[in-house]
């Protein structure tokens, strides 16, 4: 038996078919539910947690054997990663006979049918369609279908794993890192790419363009400099640009050798840095200053901060 996740979030616990039934259609998408077997008992739970506005994440058990038949999602992405028990999930015209080693993962253009063996509980992922296709490419590209059957073992899906569970686990230890709009936004962005990446689908042939001026990092750059402290999304600096998102990490790459992230984040450190320099010690803290530029974890914002430029913040604020 798995150990209950987001027990503080919980949504539901019902013993009745109905209420589950109407509850997890609620979150999720209307749906059949059964029992298989005769006398089987529901013992069902819903934890859930949004990260930011894009990414929610759940713990959920029926207890005895069920079926469950949402057919197609539609308008979200669901990873689904098995804790206890197994499942079978036939997604399309694949099946995916999912355990501790191999999770499902469903698109919204196919169709969903699967059977939750006795003591099944799971870690559902659900990502909006709307942000997936944003990072694949925009509303107009071709939806993006994933490969339903998902190698927890693999090098690219333990990573997006520790990603997972270090939302959960903040979720868990009262949410500093959710609580903020700037990082989990963040959080939300690199869950996205990671599983574009680590998890195949229909984008990942596509090459992206190899010539792209540099007017868009130039569009790029002004806007993050005239607003740094805007909750920048990787879809919003692409659309600054005027490119696709994963176009606009090319251009970046190429022309200033980081991502685009990561030059908002370098460009908030610069503010810091002229905040810790102008600031009166006896009045403000480098805490409230890192805070204020969407540093929460002042461990890591020192180590980067001296990583950066090569002294304390607790120096800078000092001299």
């Not at 059949?32 to 529901?42: D, M, S, V, W």
Request: proline share 5%.
């Amino acid at each position: 038996m798995s150990t209950t996740l987001l027990s503080r979030h919980r949504r539901v616990a019902t013993t009745r078919l109905d209420e589950a039934r109407g509850t997890i259609g609620a979150s999720f998408c209307p749906h059949q539910l059964a029992l298989t077997q005769r006398g089987g008992r529901l013992d069902m739970v819903h934890n859930a947690a949004a990260i930011g506005r894009d990414v929610t994440l759940n713990y959920l058990r029926y207890g005895d054997e069920v079926r469950i038949v949402p057919g197609r999602f539609h308008s979200f992405y669901l990873v689904q990663v098995p804790l206890a028990g197994r499942a079978r999930v036939r997604v399309g015209d694949r099946i995916v006979a999912s355990d501790s080693t191999r999770a499902s993962l469903g698109s919204p253009t196919e169709p969903v049918d699967m059977v939750w063996g006795d003591g099944c509980e799971q870690l559902l992922v659900h990502i909006r369609r709307e942000a997936v296709q944003a990072l694949a490419g925009g509303p107009d590209a071709p939806p993006v279908v994933f490969d339903p059957v998902v190698d927890l073992c693999s090098p690219g899906m333990r990573s997006w794993l520790r990603l997972v569970h270090l939302a959960v686990d903040d979720i868990e230890a009262g949410g500093a890192l959710v609580g903020s709009e700037l990082a989990a936004t963040h959080l939300e962005q690199s869950l996205i790419a990671a599983l574009l990446a680590a998890q195949p689908n229909t984008t990942s042939a596509d090459a992206p363009a190899t010539t792209i001026g540099s007017r868009a990092v130039r569009l790029v750059v002004a806007a993050v400099q005239a607003q740094p402290e805007k909750a920048w999304r990787l879809t919003d600096l692409a659309q600054v640009a005027g490119v696709s998102a994963r176009s606009l990490q090319e251009a970046f790459q190429r022309h200033l050798q980081i991502t685009p992230l990561e030059y908002v984040r370098r460009t908030r450190l610069e503010r810091a840095r002229r905040d810790l320099l102008d600031a009166d010690p006896s009045g403000t803290s480098v805490t409230d200053i890192a805070a204020r530029w969407g540093f929460f974890h002042l461990g890591r914002f020192s180590q980067v901060y001296r990583a950066t430029f090569h002294e304390l913040p607790s120096q800078t604020l000092a001299s």
